[in-house]
């Protein structure tokens, strides 16, 4: 069985829809440690709840990120981890840490990259008068929100909504296609080679899986 660790900051419910896809076999694989950057992260309770090692680590208790992000990896490495999951974890990864789950790092980003990397999605999307708005789950690499997508949601945005309206459409979908994407690479179907994503020995296009063309 493949390992899985996952890091969180918050809430976790894009690790909880991880833990259910894992107790109903979606995922062929076993979540060994959740990590977050926050001890009051609620995502911490989920992963006891269901059995899972919990852990925080504080940035205040080390000297620069590059401390913290190595001793990070040093604990994340102690299970072996065959895939690491970023699910709402709001830390800038150093480039060691990058470079260490280079291939194996993913993460979950609520735009529709390569629009509005970084944070406040939503409300960019509102203030732009955008009709689309969505989600997509991408290798990670050096650039912030930059590495190859692998597969995108599309929500619709419509007149009225509020930035609490477009959260929950997205996290609906996130909630599907992130398990989804967890359960591709655990299974050897996806890769990054030479700086893209490939699933099935096929390169995928810019916008991920299934594109529109």
């Given amino acids: 069985m493949k390992n899985i660790v996952v890091l969180i900051s918050g809430n976790g419910s ?24 926050k001890a009051e992260a609620y995502g911490l309770e989920r992963a006891r709840e269901a059995g899972i090692a919990a852990r925080a680590l504080s940035a205040g208790n080390f000297d620069s990120r590059e401390a913290f992000d190595l001793q990070l990896m040093q604990e994340i490495d102690a299970y072996a981890p065959d895939v690491v999951v970023l699910a709402g974890y709001m830390r800038i990864l ?25 944070l406040h999605t939503h409300r960019q999307a509102l203030a732009n008068g955008d009709r ?3 989600t997509s789950v991408h290798f990670v690499t050096e650039e912030l929100d930059g590495g190859p997508v692998i597969l995108q949601a599309k929500i619709p945005v419509f007149e009225g909504d509020n930035e609490e309206d477009i959260a929950a459409r997205v996290q609906h979908q996130e909630h599907a296609i992130y398990p989804l994407v967890v359960g591709w690479f655990l299974e050897g179907r996806l890769t990054m080679k030479e700086g893209r994503a490939w699933l099935d020995g096929q390169l995928l296009p810019a916008q991920g899986y299934a594109a529109d063309e």
């Fill in 14 to 37: 894009n690790l909880q829809a991880m833990i259910d896809a894992c107790a109903q076999e979606r995922i062929n694989g076993t979540l060994r440690a959740v990590f977050s950057n």
């Fill in 132 to 134: 689309e708005h969505g």
């Fill in 94 to 118: 150093s480039p060691a840490f990058v470079a260490n789950y280079r291939g194996r790092l993913l993460n979950i980003h609520p735009s529709l990259l390569p629009k509005y990397p970084g």
